[in-house]
């Protein structure tokens, strides 16, 4: 005579079994998942490498523009008065004028650079070109500069001006200066006090 044991054994062993396999399963998507885990961290890890590595290259590219423009600027000018070396724009600071009695001035924005800084007494002929993309001019005085206003110095008492250069345009004056300081500047409004002057002086023969 069969006991309710003995039916029910079977019964529970076949849910022991599945049991298993279901553990099984769900050990088995657990790996799965860590793998997947693990791989998207490892993506990321990649992608963020790759992102810092693609931005010191374009850093390093914009730095070696910006270095290769500012030295083309700097050349345009010396290039453009026929000078070597000294300063952009073609002023030697320091220098005296290659021809005496003859100074070559560059102008733009906004800067006054005289391919000499001093010159003997005498007659002087400043030639001047505007290298900017905006009206100038060039005015020469003795300091201390009489002003009108803070930054604003008063155009009758220069020894001489070359007035109204547009882009690319240039002009002369020649002035019989005595012994000094001065200083070579621009009177368009706002352009002095924006920086465009620059000392010069004028030594004993």
Known sequence: MATLEDHSSPHLEDELHELERDEKKLEQRADQMSLVQGLSG???IVALVVGIAALVVALIANG??????????????????GTSGGMPGGGMMGGSAG???AVRVTLGEMWVRPNATSVPEGKVTFSATNMGHVKHELMIERTP??????????????QGMIEDMGPGESGKMTLRLKPGKYELFCNV???????????FTVTKR
Do not use: C, I
């Open 42 to 44: 490892l993506f990321s």
């Open 64 to 81: 070696k523009a910006n270095d290769n423009d500012h030295m083309t600027r700097a050349a345009a000018p010396a290039a453009a008065t």
């Open 99 to 101: 021809q005496p009695g």
């Open 145 to 158: 500069l009489k002003m009108e206003g803070p930054g604003r110095p008063v155009e009758d008492a220069a």
């Open 189 to 199: 409004p706002g352009h002095y006090a924006a920086g465009q002057h620059t000392e």
